[in-house]
């Protein structure tokens, strides 16, 4: 396996060069880097233009510039990183460090959340080949995938931002709109659990007005401005999420998974109380440090009190120990919620990724970024849901015809196990090559969406450096591109042998 890995890097390492050589070539043969200073005709015309060719180094041929920039490339492995100035003379490094930072905010939270609904609607939908909510999906996922960028995201724009913010001053639902969302809830739902006809209405019926009561209380409590949780909320969350854990990795009959799961939301429970003042007023570091916390006292549990199915045991709590953290943060938001709307009446915003000279406590802050990331994270995992979601389906489907699928049926094993521990398995191979694709693609940014959200991220680096034909800038862009589609491409090729025994390298 090393051998293959250095193989691998060595052969990557020498396309990255050819590569780095001929869009160093294109980009400065794209035009005239001095174009708008010619036209200028101001007294110092000249003395621009000089200091311009001095930062550029346009003074020089274009294999000197081509090696300079390679010789800071250099410095990269000794501490010393050197990207060059772009045309007005800021360090395209400091450019890079805010450019990578905005765009992986969106890249890393759109295509985590595109990979698990994505695979998890394949699926279902494989199991449910041929039903209407196989067609229902296809046709959504076919309709997502072909959506333009732009239009879609104006229309984020005017419904789910302006739209919303309008709403927003005085939050009420109409009965038109409640009696729209419970038609749609229990239409969806009764599709999903399928069965026969007296079922599926007894679904929609249950569902519907399950929906139509919780909008007319929410209604009534005011929460769209003051929405609240608590403590007991969390634990009821909890206690169902350890339920669905244990059905999907052992199975209810599994007792020692089950309590193991039960007991890790009764101690977050308690941990919401106990360190509900340090997360009054955090930091990232205080953060990561109890999610981690929270982590290794699930493992701790699920080894101590999982028995003979301390694997299962463990991983069904920490998903419980993840989504416990992940309402406890909730219910923070939700309690500094008034406070941002206080301070941003108009909350959801539609240009840039932070509200510029912003000043407010860690929850505040945290909701200010969120609400900036909420649109284009919602267009980009639309989009890319669709495509998981296909090969997810595709791949579970052929996978299902073959014939050790068959002999795990015939020797008695559980449809869950059939489908979680051995279908499953074998159709990720199709889905960790496009997962390695996407996340390295998106790495580069999503440069139409960067563009109609103001984004200033690797989407706006490269596109701004090849409009002023500055090819700092856009090498800079290549060289974290070009990386993340080698190294993700070399883990996919990895875990290839760890997905399937019989790939070995």
């Given at each position: 396996?090393?051998?293959?890995?250095?193989?691998?890097?060595?052969?990557?390492?020498?396309?990255?060069f050819g590569a780095s050589i001929l869009l160093f070539v294109l980009t400065i043969n794209s035009g005239d880097p001095l174009a708008d200073l010619r036209e200028v005709q101001t007294n110092n015309r000249d003395q621009l233009i000089a200091a311009r060719t001095a930062y550029m180094g346009l003074d020089q041929p274009w294999f000197v510039r081509y090696f300079d920039w390679l010789r800071g490339v250099g410095g990269c492995f000794v501490g010393q990183c050197d990207l060059g100035t772009n045309r007005t003379g800021q360090q395209v490094v400091d450019l890079l460090a805010q450019a990578a930072n905005s765009t992986l905010r969106l890249v890393v939270l759109a295509t985590v959340l595109a990979i698990v609904i994505g695979v998890a609607i394949g699926i279902l939908t494989a199991i449910r080949q041929y039903s209407g909510l196989d067609y229902a999906v296809t046709f959504m996922t076919f309709l997502f995938f072909s959506l333009p960028v732009f239009w879609a995201a104006v229309l984020l724009k005017e419904y789910m931002a302006i739209g919303f913010n309008d709403w927003i001053v005085s939050p009420h639902f109409s009965w038109v709109a409640i009696a729209i969302t419970a038609i749609i809830v229990g239409v969806i739902l009764q599709a999903m659990l399928a069965g026969s006809l007296k079922r599926r209405l007894i679904t929609f019926a249950v569902a519907a007005a399950f929906v139509a009561i919780v909008m007319v209380v929410f209604d009534a409590m005011g929460f769209a401005r003051q929405p609240r949780m608590g403590p007991l909320v969390i634990l009821l969350v909890g206690l169902a999420t350890a339920v669905g854990a244990t059905t999907l990795v052992a199975g209810?009959?599994?007792?020692?998974?089950?309590?193991?799961?039960?007991?890790?939301?009764?101690?977050?429970?308690?941990?919401?109380?106990?360190?509900?003042?340090?997360?009054?007023?955090?930091?990232?570091?205080?953060?990561?440090?109890?999610?981690?916390?929270?982590?290794?006292?699930?493992?701790?549990?699920?080894?101590?009190?999982?028995?003979?199915?301390?694997?299962?045991?463990?991983?069904?709590?920490?998903?419980?120990?993840?989504?416990?953290?992940?309402?406890?943060?909730?219910?923070?938001?939700?309690?500094?919620?008034?406070?941002?709307?206080?301070?941003?009446?108009?909350?959801?915003?539609?240009?840039?990724?932070?509200?510029?000279?912003?000043?407010?406590?860690?929850?505040?802050?945290?909701?200010?970024?969120?609400?900036?990331?909420?649109?284009?994270?919602?267009?980009?995992?639309?989009?890319?849901?669709?495509?998981?979601?296909?090969?997810?389906?595709?791949?579970?489907?052929?996978?299902?015809?073959?014939?050790?699928?068959?002999?795990?049926?015939?020797?008695?094993?559980?449809?869950?196990?059939?489908?979680?521990?051995?279908?499953?398995?074998?159709?990720?191979?199709?889905?960790?090559?496009?997962?390695?694709?996407?996340?390295?693609?998106?790495?580069?940014?999503?440069?139409?969406?960067?563009?109609?959200?103001?984004?200033?991220?690797?989407?706006?680096?490269?596109?701004?450096?090849?409009?002023?034909v500055d090819p700092a800038p856009v090498m800079a862009f290549f060289l974290i591109t070009g990386t993340a589609a080698v190294l993700m491409n070399l883990l996919a090729d990895i875990l290839y042998a760890v997905l399937d025994p019989r790939i070995r390298v």
């Open positions: 396996m090393l051998r293959f890995i250095l193989k691998r890097l060595g052969s990557s390492i020498l396309v990255l209810l009959k599994n007792r020692k998974v089950l309590i193991a799961s039960a007991v890790t939301a009764v101690i977050g429970f308690i941990s919401y109380y106990v360190f509900f003042s340090v997360l009054g007023d955090p930091n990232w570091l205080v953060v990561i440090g109890l999610l981690l916390l929270a982590v290794a006292i699930a493992v701790l549990v699920g080894r101590l009190l999982g028995g003979y199915s301390k694997g299962s045991a463990s991983v069904a709590s920490v998903v419980v120990a993840l989504v416990m953290s992940g309402l406890t943060a909730a219910d923070h938001v939700f309690m500094n919620w008034p406070g941002y709307l206080r301070m941003q009446p108009r909350p959801i915003g539609t240009i840039g990724s932070e509200t510029p000279n912003f000043n407010g406590t860690f929850w505040l802050d945290f909701i200010d970024k969120g609400t900036q990331l909420l649109l284009p994270t919602l267009l980009l995992t639309l989009i890319s849901v669709a495509t998981y979601s296909r090969y997810t389906r595709s791949s579970m489907l052929e996978v299902s015809r073959q014939d050790y699928i068959r002999t795990a049926r015939a020797k008695g094993l559980g449809e869950r196990q059939v489908i979680l521990k051995h279908a499953f398995r074998n159709s990720l191979i199709p889905i960790t090559t496009i997962m390695a694709f996407d996340f390295a693609g998106l790495i580069g940014g999503a440069v139409i969406t960067e563009r109609v959200f103001g984004w200033k991220g690797m989407g706006e680096l490269f596109a701004t450096g090849l409009n002023q």
